[in-house]
């Protein structure tokens, strides 16, 4: 039977990107039909199951129907809700009249699929199984086996296709050949596939000529099929909102309804684990030129010139750890990197991790990588450091909460080894305790980088100074170089403080007061003493000169 002369319709026109689960569906549905005297001939007999597993949202289930509707075959749908029912012995009988249904069509020369939808919710591990739950995956393996043993299988083939998103969720026992044969991973798409999508979500709509689907698709990282959509959905409801319209009354979408949509619809895989990419640029950062190089050259140049480091065989940096003395600007410029790059933004502390409940930190640890590979590229933050791989004791008689720390710290030796095999992670950790954290993640191949942040020297003083007061009106006698000159070992965070403080000096002078004036930063100034001293200063950057220099 030549399905495909007859339907011109390829699934193609409804999927966007997706090649490989498109292909290993027409393999198990189309084939066996297309060629099903060869395979008599040959005696071959074709794979019966194929589970698609991936995140939500990325397709798995409009795969299948697109597939189905390109053949013309007769699908039966198994979902939770359908299956699972009130009284004993009906939710088997619902699989057998399913499967012997999915018979009746085939027999007839029409290709026929048996769709199970959500089957870890059917099909649990046997040790969380329900006695229902256990009848269920009983029935269900007696059929898949029973079509074995069909001596006319090689032409009354029936394709039996499920779907997940907890691919470990499910009983092993369905999980091997003669059953589900083949697991296809449906991820999130790559920015030519996310092209292919907007594409087809927008083949109905009026774009404005300005707009540019290449741009819109490169800043959307991580998002799967189900995103795209609601982002073409908010575009089209922003744009009929504008009060400007061309073409006899036509609304076309301009590239700042793009933008709203994007602000409004984010990533549905890093919802709850992540932030938005901060809004943090390097202009925001006053001095630290030569640290701010060498992150750009960390973390950007992986991600934005990524076909330059595979045209030389350069394998970039996973890991980067600032210290230095609190205040000087670590995080923001974590923020910074993650922001200048464009990548999703997943930040974790100390007291996210450590939870009353065994084993929640090292799980929140491998979800975070997890999302972190589907979301790429992406940073993950961990803020002070020092609490989550602190040094292991060694002891034998160590407390609950060291074995904690020990277990985190596994977990993310672990982890970060993992990230060979990804492309566009990075991980950035900021501490004032480079002493504290253990020698295993100061090897190459986990921190390959390690940065120090002093406090800011003159210029960089002078540029924190003028970055704190852009936005306030400042009196013509104000010399921003000579506080500069006179608040040595002032940190970026104290520097930011005096400038709220001579605000304050001004305001408790006079409350209606235009500007700030040159003696209201005087004020300020000798009403504050720098946490650092030299000595202090020394300790700091003693970790760096213990370091092998890179």
């Known amino acids: 039977m030549e399905v495909n002369e007859k339907v011109n319709w ?31 001939k040959l005696g071959l007999r074709w794979p019966r199951g194929l589970l698609l597993h991936g995140p939500p949202g990325t397709g798995k289930t409009s795969l299948v129907h697109a597939v189905a509707r390109e053949c013309n075959a007769h699908m039966t749908l198994i979902s939770p809700h359908s299956l699972l029912g009130a009284y004993a012995g009906e939710s088997e009988k619902f699989l057998r009249e399913a499967f012997s249904e999915a018979y009746i069509h085939v027999s007839s020369g029409k290709p026929s699929i048996i769709f199970i939808d959500e089957i870890d919710v059917i099909c649990p591990p046997r040790e969380s199984r329900r006695e229902q739950e ?15 043993k069909s001596p006319s299988n090689s ?46 979500y927008t083949k109905d709509l009026s ?63 890093t919802r709850g684990v992540t932030v938005e990419v901060p809004k943090v640029s390097w202009d925001d950062i006053g001095g630290l030129k030569d640290l701010k190089k060498k992150l750009q050259q960390a973390v950007e140049w992986p991600i934005k010139y990524s076909e330059a480091f595979a045209k030389l065989g350069i394998s970039p940096i996973r890991g980067v750890l600032l210290h230095g003395p609190p205040g000087c600007s670590k995080t923001t410029l974590a923020k910074a990197a993650a922001h200048a790059a464009e990548a999703a933004f997943f930040s974790l502390s100390g007291a996210d991790m450590f939870s009353m409940y065994v084993g929640e930190g090292e799980a929140l640890i491998r979800s975070i990588f997890q999302r972190a590979r589907l979301a790429a590229p992406s940073v993950i933050f961990f803020d002070e450091a020092d609490v989550v791989a602190s040094k292991r004791s060694g002891s034998a008689n160590s407390r609950s909460n060291t074995t904690v720390g020990e277990r985190l710290l596994s977990t993310l030796l672990t982890e970060m080894d993992g990230l060979e095999q990804a492309k566009g992670i990075l991980v950035l950790a900021a501490t004032n305790r480079p002493h504290a954290i253990d020698a295993a993640l100061m090897r190459p191949g986990r921190f390959d980088l390690v940065l120090y942040v002093p406090p800011p020297d003159l210029e960089g003083r002078e540029e924190i100074l003028r970055v704190h007061t852009r936005n306030m009106k400042l009196g013509e006698d104000v010399d921003l170089k000579s506080l500069a000159a006179d608040t040595e070992f002032f940190t970026g ?43 202090l200063l020394e300790e700091y950057a003693s970790f760096t000169k213990k370091m092998p220099s890179k």
């Open 134 to 148: 256990s009848r269920v995956l009983a029935q269900l393996l007696i059929l898949m086996d029973g079509h074995k």
């Open 493 to 535: 965070a104290e520097l930011a403080g005096l400038c709220v403080e001579a605000g304050m000096v001004a305001l408790r002078e006079d409350i209606s007061a235009m500007a700030v004036l040159n003696r209201h930063f005087w004020a300020a100034r000798n009403s504050l003493r720098p946490a650092l001293t030299e000595s």
């Open 10 to 40: 390829k699934a193609e026109h409804a999927i966007g990107g997706n090649t490989r689960a498109l292909q290993a569906l027409r393999e198990h549905i189309i084939y066996p039909h297309v060629y099903s005297r060869e395979a008599r």
């Open 155 to 200: 032409f009354c083939h029936v394709a039996v296709v499920a779907a997940t998103n907890r691919i470990h969720g499910i009983d092993p026992a369905l999980r091997r050949s003669g059953r589900f044969d083949s697991e296809v991973e449906v991820t999130t798409p790559t920015e030519e596939e996310r092209i292919q999508i907007l594409k087809l």
């Open 207 to 269: 774009l404005d000529p300005s707009v540019s689907l290449k741009s819109v698709a490169a800043s959307c990282n991580g998002y799967v099929g189900a995103d795209l959509e609601a982002l073409c959905r908010e575009a089209c409801t922003s744009a009929r909102r504008s009060p400007i319209k061309t073409d006899g009354g036509v609304i076309h979408i301009s590239m700042d309804d793009w933008k709203y949509a994007r602000s409004v619809v984010g990533p549905s895989i």
